[in-house]
């Protein structure tokens, strides 16, 4: 038993070997550099792999263009200037004080984050430079009355680090001490990429209401980004006043924002090993065209342009070390294979998603809708709709185009809050929820217009539907405690045997295929694997066969089905395809202006006078 | 009412210890504040409307128009400096020296707005949103740092004391005084929003421009060459930040490679206080930022009048985000 542990591969960490390599190139580096001029700027990189990475969890991991970025920065380095220095006289441990300056810059990082929740994009990039702006002329203005920054002049004469009786001085020592910060901060984002947390921001960064709707708390992760970007940078901003000895206004300017920025571009947004070699680069490389020193700046700029035109995805963007094999294409669009597995369950797959007979049972009403009504502006998108789903059955909305049909889907998963009105889901109210905490009771959709995460794989894509039912925090991911372990390997599990539904499709190669990469009819597919990932009861299907041959919507109507029939799912389907709707549906409701104008059986209908009017208008002559 | 000033006089001693003021003191400098007031904010609308018009069709923030701003000023004062002889003396009449400053500051500045489109934003026209911010930052440093390596980090004075007589350099009213300098940059700066409005409302182009504001992608539709017209809305959004910079050049008499960074952020919050998209809303937030700045100028302190502003961007972001004449989207799902 031991040994087969041993003998797994490790989830989502470095391989060993790596992280070997990297200690003893760090270790040689001060032998093998011909003075001390190298050492420092070898220790200078350092600091910047700490920025760069620390960017690359707000910017790379979220998505957030944080313009404020150098400001936690100085707020590190000031804080360790106030701590351990004669300014106030106050001489904190080493030790100590780092945290602090991290935390500080987080706190900080949260304030920044919480007051610009609501702005996103071009507008979070203007806040967070104005925040930038402010701390600057907070720190050269800061020296009256009371001296605290000691204004343009910074603050000089700073404690050495001085570790349980050990004291840093040199530069060589300096620069082990910021290569062991530089390491644990690349094991940390490297550790926080592959893990729940890492995902949930990648899918923020690709789609956020699709990552909200997918259980994602998307609030929560935004902080928490700024929070963990803030603290890297305080955390750095703590080694580098240290080992200048000083801070002054001009170390945390708009150049070193660039410089970070271009780290990050250049290597790959969201790229970690690539982040770290354009820091490395751009640590020396300045070094070597010294005598063009005026002309830096410039070519920083032109490199953002050029790279952003040419290759945004990085220099080490899709670019493997081991050669790629060649793989076959296993697609039989001619089969109803996926529909077919689903029969006989054909053990190919390892995963294979648990049996839970359903049928529709008229005694439990599983979800209900009381008088809801949504109004935008003037117009009555949904009107004092009243409805009742029960436990597995399978309803069809129909209606025509406008008639408030995604409206309703988007009220019951908390996308809008409704203007009057209950939603009841399982006895309980879920009115005016947000959406991560919709999926959360068990309520979970697809929508109308793919919104996969287009940039993770199929397997990602699955995967972060399980946010919303892990825990784990950032310290049993950062120390990979066994319960982070255990849910790691649940979350796994669940998205393969949600996504082996779907027989090859979806799984095999296509596990690590980007979702962009997927056909139509597979995004689709996609996008109800990820809903039925989330472990909901209750799915809400927007236009399933949309876009659909007429092979494949047979396929996905018998799946559908069949979903009901051995898993237990109860379905809300959202459908203009007839023959799809008289197929699987027990139940069918019709609506219009919002309003419902028809329910009962399809043939029931389908008859229906209004319902007939509502389609192809009104006869002549008859009012 | 007496209360209000006691606590404002209370107010203004807590913030701006060193320069203990009476409060008749400070009433006495509201009007004087207004009309500084109205000119700063002409400028700041002539800048809001450049970030505007760019926002209205490509949803972006052009990031680089606080530098085409600052080489605008550059330009007015290069301008001045080659038609002034080493006497001090000008070669022409000084008014139409004011005219083809701010002329070749419109054009340079036009010119120089098509280019970074052409070259920095259209290949990104349909990447992530992140990318485009990214390579606007890019072009920003660029522009930056040429002016830096072309002129230095030095401060370029105007010499603006011989373009206009003796006689007409200040206007005295009441207790306030209005020099030309001011009343040229608030006659110029309305001058040229108004032409943009009409052209805007009732030329051919100006209607293409707002189809295509509206939807890019029926404008083509309907036959609008609309990299034209993406074109022609750089050109003239920058002509205007460009004018911006060489009429404040005019009024403040000096230029630096720096300018354009607060000078930007500032047409930004303008931008987005009267909605952004919006060029009449461009032209309202722009004097109220102005009018605004101003008066916190005289009650607070100059040192954080930037931080003023500041504040004014993010608590229009946070309480009202499509600005006073935007209108408020729902996002579609």
């Known amino acids: ?623 | 009412m007496g209360k209000i000033r006691d606590w404002f006089s209370y107010l203004s001693h807590f913030v701006y210890a060193e320069k203990l003021e009476s409060m008749d003191q400070i009433l006495q400098q509201i009007p004087q504040q207004l009309i500084n007031g109205v000119t700063v904010g002409g400028v700041y609308a002539l800048i809001a409307i450049g970030y505007t018009m760019v926002y209205g069709i490509l949803f972006m923030l052009n990031f680089a128009h606080g530098e085409v701003y600052m080489i605008g000023g550059f330009t007015g004062w290069w301008v001045l400096h080659l038609l002034t002889n080493s006497s001090g003396g000008l070669l022409l009449n000084g008014f139409i020296v004011i005219i083809l400053m701010i002329l070749f500051a419109m054009a340079l500045t036009g010119a120089l707005g098509m280019g970074i489109e052409r070259f920095a934003y259209r290949p990104l026209r349909n990447a992530p949103r992140m990318n485009l911010l990214l390579s606007a930052l890019g072009v920003t440093i660029v522009l930056r740092n040429l002016v830096l390596n072309l002129q230095g980090a030095k401060i370029r004075f105007f010499h603006t004391s011989a373009l206009i007589p003796k006689s007409i350099q200040v206007f005295h009213i009441g207790g306030t005084v209005i020099s030309f300098m001011r009343l040229l940059v608030i006659g110029v700066s309305i001058g040229l929003m108004a032409i943009l409005t009409w052209f805007v409302k009732e030329t051919k182009m100006g209607k293409a421009m707002r189809a295509t504001a509206q939807d890019t992608e029926a404008a083509t539709f309907m036959g609008i060459d609309v990299n034209r017209i993406i074109l022609l809305t750089f050109l003239i959004g920058s002509a205007l930040g460009g004018a911006a910079g060489a009429l404040v050049g005019l009024l403040f008499t000096q230029v630096d490679y720096y300018v354009g960074y607060v000078a930007g952020l500032k047409g930004f919050t303008a931008a987005v206080l009267g909605g952004i998209g919006s060029i009449p809303g461009a032209m309202v937030g722009g004097f109220i930022l102005g009018i605004v700045e101003s008066l916190a100028t005289t009650l607070i302190s100059s040192t954080y009048k930037d931080v003023v502003s500041f504040i004014i961007l993010i608590l229009v972001l946070l309480i009202r985000p499509w600005g006073i004449l935007g209108e408020k989207a729902p996002e579609k799902v």
């Open chain 1, 1 to 623: 038993m031991a040994l087969s542990s041993l003998g797994q591969k490790k989830i989502g960490d470095i391989p060993l070997q790596s992280l070997v390599l990297i200690l003893a190139v760090v270790v040689v580096i001060p032998w093998i550099m011909p003075n001390n001029y190298w050492i420092r700027i070898a220790g200078n990189a350092g600091l910047w792999i700490m920025l760069s990475l620390g960017l690359n969890v707000v910017a790379g991991f979220a998505g957030l263009l944080d313009l404020g970025y150098v400001a936690f920065y100085a707020i590190g380095g000031y804080t360790y200037a106030l701590l351990c220095s004669g300014h106030w006289n106050i001489h904190l441990p080493f030790w100590l004080v780092v945290p602090i300056c991290a935390l500080a810059a987080s706190a900080c990082g949260w304030g920044l984050g919480f007051t610009s929740l609501r702005v996103s994009g071009d507008y979070l990039a203007i806040v967070t430079l104005g925040f930038a702006e402010i701390v600057r002329l907070l720190l050269l203005n800061l020296d009256r009355p009371i001296n605290i920054t000691g204004g343009p002049n910074g603050l000089p004469d700073l404690d050495f680090a001085h570790i349980f009786g050990f004291t840093f001085r040199t530069v060589t020592q300096y620069y082990y001490l910021v290569m062991f910060f530089a390491l644990l901060v690349i094991l940390a984002s490297y550790r926080l990429k592959r893990s729940r947390l890492g995902r949930g921001w990648e899918a923020l960064r690709e789609d956020e209401l699709a990552a909200d709707a997918m259980g994602v708390n998307t609030t929560y992760m935004k902080l928490l980004a700024f929070g963990i970007g803030a603290s890297i940078a305080g955390g750095a901003g703590a080694v580098f006043a240290s080992w200048q000895g000083g801070v002054f206004p001009n170390n945390f300017g708009f150049s070193q924002l660039v410089t970070v920025y271009c780290m990050l571009i250049l290597g790959g947004v969201g790229n970690i090993w690539g982040v770290i070699l354009a820091a490395i680069i751009l640590s020396i490389l300045p070094e070597a065209l010294r005598e063009y020193g005026a002309f830096r700046m410039i070519g920083y700029g032109l490199l953002l342009v050029v790279l952003m035109a040419l290759r945004p995805q990085g220099i080490l963007g899709e670019i493997s070390l081991r050669p790629k094999r060649k793989k076959k294409e296993v697609e039989e669009p001619e089969t109803l294979k996926a529909a077919e597995e689903l029969f006989y369950g054909d053990g190919s797959h390892d995963f294979v998603k648990p049996l839970k007979k359903g049928k529709l049972n008229k005694d439990r009403v599983l979800l209900e809708l009381k008088d809801l009504t949504m109004i935008f502006g003037g117009l009555h998108a949904v009107d004092r709709l009243s409805l009742k789903v029960y436990e597995g059955e399978i309803l069809s909305i129909i209606g025509p185009n406008g008639a408030g049909k995604t409206t309703v889907f988007n009220l019951i998963t908390g996308i809008y809050p409704p203007t009057s009105g209950h939603i009841i889901f399982d006895g309980k109210e879920i009115t005016g929820l947000k959406p991560h905490k919709v999926v959360e009771k068990g309520v979970a959709r697809t929508f109308q217009t793919l919104r996969l995460f287009t940039n993770m794989t199929v397997l990602e894509n699955a995967m972060v539907a399980q946010h919303c039912r892990t825990k784990s925090g950032l310290f049993s991911i950062l120390f990979r405690l066994p319960g982070f372990l255990k849910e790691e390997e649940r979350i796994e599990r669940v998205a393969k045997e949600n996504l082996g539904l779907f027989g090859a499709r979806l799984t095999g190669f296509r596990y690590k295929q980007k979702a962009i990469n997927l056909s139509y009819a597979n995004r689709r597919r996609l996008e109800i694997a990820r809903a039925l990932a989330t472990d909901s009861r209750l799915i809400l299907l927007d236009e399933p066969s949309a876009g659909m041959n007429p092979k494949e919507t047979e396929e996905i109507t018998r799946f559908i089905r069949n979903l009901r029939d051995k898993y237990g799912y109860t379905f809300i389907i959202i459908e203009h395809k007839l023959n799809v709707v008289r197929t699987i549906s027990d139940r069918v409701i019709a609506l219009d202006y919002g309003k419902k104008i028809a329910e009962g059986s399809y043939d029931e209908v389908a008859d229906n006078e209004y319902v007939v009017q509502a389609y192809l208008g009104r006869k002549k002559g008859r009012v």
